[in-house]
């Protein structure tokens, strides 16, 4: 992020610049010295000191001192409101010069104080990632204060690569914009696939092979074995393990389907790349592939069972992820009912955070208030119970 405190100083005023200032206020008026003093600060490109300038020529205009030695309201209630209008005429012209310099971060100073971010919003939307262009006021204003995540996240994965957009995305805070948060992770799936599809394409084309242009991962993969040969790779393996976990958050679209791409290829790997964890991911990109093929309605019923296996073995070690994951599969395939009778199953002595809602949540969203006062019985919950029996009575 830039720090505006690190930022040289802008340049100065001349010597010279100041006799003539002088001169002007006493041969021609005040408003005649604060026309030349906007012009120099304009030549100088000192575009913060122009704005107050612009606003010292509006109290001369009034009458009252060219001192802003407090807020406006102190002002003869008269002219609030003009000298308001002021302040807008004044931020916003100063806030385009900065927008038209790239200057993002000193344009959003001005938009932010005029409670007018669609301005900002709208010039990143514009903003092109040139080789030559500075892109970093862009992305702090986008990406790190959260002006327009998206659009900013965009012009990271374009100018620093898959890599950096990673980290930028694992340490940003969305603040429950699961919008942008989704588009992020989705843009990271476009952009893995797109390097892995075209890193098979050239490997293909190298070795004399026919391939389809348009073909998936997959289709390029398909009875090509040497392909992984001697521990052979085509992309990043960290940014592969990071972007197909990501992906397990998508809700749908075409990015689903390339992140199951993704997890093929990952299966393929030499064993020391898969990252394989505790169950229910103990097979890595296998389990991931096959969540993914529930969200795209894919084998869906075998697929469930595949998980559904995996919860009792667990229980005993104190592991109940994959009954939490297996309650989330439910929920988003709109099968409440299932998803309540197995968090009552194997969920209900859990009071810590976890994946999936609570056994107390789900209980309320189903408007099961009978089975909610047995789980709160079973806590030793006595307020949750009576709760949930006067609400059931």
């Not at 919003?121 to 990632?129: C, N, S």
């Not at 972007?243 to 791409?261: F, H, N, S, Y």
Request: glycine share 6%.
């Amino acid at each position: 992020m830039i720090d505006l405190d690190e930022l040289p100083p802008p340049p100065t005023l001349s010597d010279e610049v100041y006799s003539r200032l002088a001169r002007t206020v006493a041969t021609s008026g005040k408003l005649a010295a604060v026309d030349e003093l906007c012009e120099d600060l304009r030549r100088l490109e000192d575009y913060h000191a122009l704005f107050y300038a612009m606003l010292m020529h509006k109290r001369v205009e009034l009458g009252v001192s060219p001192f802003p030695t407090g807020p406006s309201s102190e002002l003869p209630a008269e002219i609030h409101e003009e000298y308001e209008n002021a302040i807008r005429i004044a931020g916003r012209t100063v806030g385009a010069i900065y927008l038209e310099h790239g200057q993002f971060d000193k344009a959003w100073f001005f938009y932010r104080m005029l409670g007018e971010p669609q301005t900002i919003i709208d010039a990143i939307d514009r903003f092109e990632v040139l080789p030559e262009t500075d892109c970093q006021s862009a992305i702090d204003i986008a990406f790190y204060q959260n002006v327009h995540p998206k659009k900013g996240f965009e012009i990271v994965v374009s100018r620093f690569g898959i890599c950096s957009a990673i980290t930028a995305f694992s340490s940003h805070d969305f603040a429950g914009d699961t919008g942008s948060k989704l588009a992020c992770i989705a843009l990271l799936v476009r952009s893995l696939h797109a390097q892995l599809r075209e890193r098979l394409l050239n490997e293909l084309v190298a070795r004399g092979e026919s391939a389809p242009e348009n073909g998936t991962v997959a289709q390029l993969m398909l009875d090509r074995a040497w392909l992984f040969e001697d521990g052979s790779y085509h992309i990043d393996t960290s940014h592969l393990s990071s972007v197909t976990q990501m992906a397990l958050e998508l809700i749908a679209g075409p990015e689903v389907a390339m992140a199951r791409d993704l997890c093929w290829y990952g299966e393929h790997l030499a064993d020391h790349f898969r990252h394989d964890t505790d169950s229910p991911f103990e097979k890595g990109y296998t389990d991931y592939r096959r969540i993914l093929e529930i969200y795209d309605g894919v084998d869906v019923d075998t697929n469930l069972a595949y998980f559904r296996d995996k919860i009792e073995p667990a229980i005993p070690d104190g592991n109940t992820l994959p009954a939490e994951v297996m309650v989330n599969l439910l929920l988003r395939l709109n099968r409440a009912p299932e998803a309540v009778t197995l968090a009552k199953q194997y969920l209900a002595e859990v009071a810590r955070p976890m994946m999936c809602p609570g056994v107390y949540e789900l209980c309320r969203d189903a408007g099961d208030f009978a089975g909610l006062a047995e789980m709160a019985k079973r806590r030793g919950d006595g307020v949750t119970y009576l709760a949930a029996k006067m609400v059931e009575g």
